[in-house]
């Protein structure tokens, strides 16, 4: 195949040109128009929750759902480490600190460990959580979705209420999971907690460019956020602010993009799920590496799909599989660095992060774009069979 083959690119086969340059002609760019409450009527009615409000990017939205939550300076907020820094650089912004917790096999948040680490190492003061060795309190935690996978809501929400801790869903990678059992049957990543927060950066399953949007189990504290996103005007006349606002409200452009997108939201979950079989049914045979499954009692979105390299083939090293699947035109991609040992946050609190310094040694994600034609996704699965049995050879 002499064509390269991305690991994820947007999509546009829908009306993203016509909206876009509906939106140039009407003059409306900028932070008003009626595209952006339009993607946010189009997001609520698919999330089933009464309103969402637009932002500039995923991060804007984690930050103010961090401000809403009431994170203040000296605060901890208890995050993943397997993550993108985009989940925790908002803990910084707010004068605040994280606290680092390990992944369990869906990778996201270990709520085992989160259990015992509240049982243990905290105790409850005046409604707040306190964490003992330094008697401050923890807030918040960050519930990351990721790949599209979905944390364990249900023993997260139960821990979450008995310790006092606000939850913020970060959903960016999430949009349209859901769960279709127990509990929470129906209800879809991003409406379970607090806060949910959704990005629309290139590679997320929609994009508008650069975007995101919020919601919130409060309507009140929604409407605060939207107060917030926009310069806290209490006035519009004559510019009276009362808070400190910030400059986070979402384009008209970004907007329109994102209406036509939604449009076809269905369609490329559909196409990501039955891709996602594809891989399973061309990578059967291989005995050395296996797709990482997503929750059972989800309908996922399948954003990205996870190879899972075993042990005995871990040696070659994660670089071997890049480096030569590459050198075949196939784009690949370990997984995040930790956040626990990245600069900012080396001298953080962790707690007994296991599981993703195994996970992180052993994922690649593969190319997953939801216009990957068969015959692509054959030629990746044969390549990586290759690999996985060239050592035999
Ligand atoms: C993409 C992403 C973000 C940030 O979204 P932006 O829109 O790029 O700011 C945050 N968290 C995770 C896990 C992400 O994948």
Known sequence: MDKIIPLSIP??????????????????????GAYINQLEESIAQFLKVPSAVACQSGTAGLHLAMIEAGVQPNDYVIVPTLTFIAAVNPVHYQFAEPIFMDCDDSLCLDAKKLKIFCEQECYIKEE???????????????VVHV?????????????????????????TEALGTVYTTGEYK??????????????????????????????????????HIKYLSTQAKDDTL?????????NYRMTNLQAALGVAQMEELPEFIRRKNQNFELYKKYLE???????????????????????????????????????????????????WGLIHEQLPYKNCITYQIEQALFYKQRILNIPCSTNITEEEIAYVS???KNLCEGGRK
């Open 11 to 32: 999509n546009f086969e829908g009306n993203e040109k016509l909206y876009v340059d509906k939106a140039l002609e009407e003059g409306w760019v900028s932070t008003g």
């Open 128 to 142: 707040n959580l306190i964490y003992k060795k330094t008697e401050r309190i923890i807030k918040a935690v960050v």
């Open 147 to 171: 790949f599209g996978n979905m944390a364990d809501m249900e023993a997260i929400m139960e821990i979450a209420k008995k310790y006092k801790l606000k939850v913020i869903e970060d959903a």
């Open 186 to 223: 129906g209800k879809y990543a991003g409406t379970i907690g607090d806060f949910g927060v959704f990005s629309f950066n290139g590679n997320k399953i929609i994009t508008t460019g650069g975007g995101g949007m919020i919601i919130a189990s409060s309507e009140k504290d929604l409407k």
């Open 238 to 246: 004559y510019y009276v602010h009362n808070e400190i606002g910030y």
């Open 285 to 335: 045979e291989c005995k050395t590496v296996h797709l990482l499954p997503f929750r059972k009692e989800i309908l996922s979105n399948k954003w990205f799909y996870s190879l899972v390299i075993e042990k005995d083939i871990v040696q070659k090293s994660l670089e071997y599989f890049i480096t030569k699947l590459k050198e075949k035109g196939i784009m690949t991609r370990p997984i």
């Open 382 to 384: 044969e390549n990586i």
